[in-house]
Nanobody, 126 residues
Framework: QLQFVESGGGLVQPGGSLRLSCAASGFTLDYYAIGWFRQAPGKEREGVSCIGSSGDSTIYGDSVKGRFTISRDNTKNTVYLQMNSLKAEDTAVYYC???????????????????WGKGTLVTVSS
């Protein structure tokens, strides 16, 4: 069964950091671009970041630029999202998926997205 398993979420104070992991099960990530998304209660799903299959290209949403860093370790079949300087508005369930990480991504981050995980909850609160 092809799926992602997200982990690393939790409760953190404003200004703090978390690192999320997205582990693939049932297939190898080597040939796929991967994206991180988030959805806060009552809000639409938002594209956070994506990374190309070799890790040489990355795109970030405007709300996280300069604070979040996406990376991947294909030997571990895992993609990471390092989140620094967290704010209350970063509170959401974070998901990963196979995506098309190119010029279209900023406008349509979920275009072609597949193999969604169940997500991991990040809560930023004092």
């Amino acid at each position: 069964q092809l799926q992602f398993v997200e982990s690393g979420g939790g409760l953190v104070q404003p200004g703090g950091s978390l690192r999320l992991s997205c582990a693939a099960s049932g297939f190898t990530l080597d040939y796929y671009a991967i994206g991180w998304f988030r959805q806060a209660p009552g809000k639409e799903r938002e594209g956070v970041s994506c990374i190309g299959s070799s890790g040489d290209s990355t795109i970030y949403g405007d709300s996280v630029k300069g604070r979040f860093t996406i990376s991947r370790d294909n030997t571990k079949n895992t993609v990471y999202l390092q989140m620094n300087s967290l704010k209350a508005e970063d509170t959401a369930v974070y998901y990963c998926a196979v995506v098309v990480c190119g010029s279209r991504w900023s406008r349509q981050p979920a275009y072609g997205a597949a193999y969604w995980g169940k997500g991991t909850l990040v809560t930023v609160s004092s």
